[in-house]
């Protein structure tokens, strides 16, 4: 029984990869923020302060006009010049896109040889824009970046199947006491250990033997089987 769909090591289960991650795309010197408004935007604020390039340059796009990005592009039909940028970020867009196929395709072209790129998707999460299509499995993000040199798929944070639980509760307020919803998260995957342990020996005791250790079993149904969205870095 193969939980990981044979792209284990493709994922990086370290709780906290994402900064890692995040702040190499966020350090390069010329970076495309895709969907991002403008200079006033969360992403463009995420990037600053993760920078660790005092030579950084952040261009914003976005296709609203109103907005006033640096310049207004679609990413599913992008104008942009190919090989230009030395990292794209790309957080909370690809569901409000109809064919994040091809926005992904332009993310590929519009990257310099070794460019680097860093998403974030939802999976179980909220209806939550007039345009919002899309939710994605940690399989599904693999596939779309297997076009890249090299890529990895991690977690956004440490919630996982708890984060969801509490989000469903509160109908989503505990997002805005994050220190809380982590705590409370990490509640409920800690009581989530004691069925999975017991799921795990009967398992292990029958034909479907699981072929991971109990680590990578438990990570699975905290954090893979149920979470709000995954994160992907990919290099060109």
Request: overall charge negative; glycine content about 4%; hydrophobic content about 40%.
């Amino acid at each position: 029984m193969d939980l990981f769909q044979g792209i284990q090591d493709k994922i990086d289960t370290r709780i906290n990869a994402r900064d890692e991650y995040e702040t190499r795309v966020a350090s390069k010197k010329l970076i495309l923020d895709v969907g991002g408004r403008n200079h006033q935007s969360k992403s463009y604020m995420r990037l600053n302060q993760l920078s660790s390039n005092s030579e950084t340059k952040i261009i914003s796009t976005d296709i609203v006009e109103d907005y006033q990005p640096d310049v207004v592009d679609d990413i599913c039909d992008s104008h942009l010049e190919s090989d230009s940028y030395d990292a794209i970020y790309c957080d909370a867009i690809l569901e409000h896109v109809k064919d994040y196929e091809a926005a992904v395709r332009n993310i590929y072209r519009l990257l310099k040889p070794g460019g680097e790129v860093f998403i974030y998707v939802p999976f179980s999460y909220c209806f939550h824009d007039l345009m919002d299509y899309h939710r994605f499995t940690f399989s599904e993000v693999d596939r779309i970046l297997e076009a890249f040199s090299e890529h990895k798929i991690f977690l956004p944070d440490g919630n996982g199947y708890g984060g969801v639980f509490w989000l469903v509760l509160t109908f989503f307020q505990i997002e805005r006491f994050p220190k809380l919803w982590n705590f409370l998260s990490m509640a409920i995957n800690l009581l989530l250990t004691i069925p999975i342990t017991f799921k795990f020996i009967q398992q292990k005791n029958s034909d479907r033997k699981p072929n991971v250790s109990f680590q990578d079993y438990r990570f699975y149904y905290t954090h893979l089987l149920l979470n709000h969205g995954f994160c992907g870095w990919a290099m060109k």
